[in-house]
């Protein structure tokens, strides 16, 4: 959980809040037919008179909800776009960045300049809020694409531990804006730590990442996972 993601829980969880009304549900022995009716609740926590529900309350109470919560990204589909399932509770986003230099930022203990790397293909999955990372090489991938440990502290496996970028995330997205935010969420968090299944690459990753500054990243320090495949993912 990100620094931002604890201090609105706290203040969720500090702010008091009052019972304003109750909403009632009845139905028949057998469950066929269904009412809902609505009870007031006053200062003093008495509940009212019951009230039948209406359309226009559902569907004020629809509108609410969905102006809050709505994340579903809309337009052009970005030619790095691998999938996308926008279903509310099924929600998954997967796409590829080429081998690229990015810039990088490292915490002070790690003894690693702040600047720009050069990294190997980069796969991003995005599910249930949750992100995962994984490593390829060649330029474009395809089904068959092995996957590989991300060569990055904060990853253990392919589980991204997102730190401390303060980002808000766009309430009405485009594709291309739900995948910066994500990307900015990685590339902006301080790197600060190897991940709990240790070094991701074949030799020591601060000395790895410390050649890709004015090399192309040596793929040959790339560990696979357990020969796992793109279309694995893309499900």
């Not at 201090?7 to 057998?30: E, G």
């Not at 009230?51 to 579903?72: M, W």
């Amino acid at each position: 959980m990100t620094d931002m993601e604890t201090n609105r829980l706290t203040r969720q969880i500090n702010t008091i809040m009052h019972a304003r009304a109750a909403l009632i549900a009845y139905s028949t022995d057998c469950g066929e037919n269904y009412f809902l009716e609505l009870r007031r609740i006053n200062e003093e926590g008495e509940m009212g008179e019951g009230r039948p529900v209406t359309t226009d309350f559902i569907n004020e109470l629809i509108r609410g909800y969905s102006e809050r919560h709505n994340g579903t990204p809309h337009g052009r589909i970005p030619p790095n776009l691998l999938w996308s399932d926008t279903r509310k509770g099924c929600e998954k986003y997967v796409w590829y960045n080429p081998p690229r230099k990015r810039m990088m930022f490292f915490k002070e203990s790690l003894n690693i300049e702040d600047a720009e790397y050069n990294m190997p293909g980069i796969i991003y999955e995005i599910k249930e809020e949750r992100m995962n990372i994984y490593a390829y090489i060649d330029r474009e991938p395809t089904p068959e694409t092995e996957l590989y440990a991300a060569p990055f502290f904060n990853v253990s496996g392919a589980s991204v531990c997102l730190g401390n970028a303060k980002l808000v995330k766009p309430t009405e997205p485009s594709y291309g804006k739900l995948m910066e935010y994500w990307e900015k969420k990685f590339w902006l968090t301080e790197f600060s730590h190897l991940g709990s299944m240790g070094n991701p690459t074949k030799s020591n990753l601060v000395l790895v990442t410390k050649a890709a500054k004015d090399a192309p990243f040596n793929t040959e320090e790339l560990k696979p996972l357990q020969n796992l495949k793109l279309k694995d993912i893309l499900r």
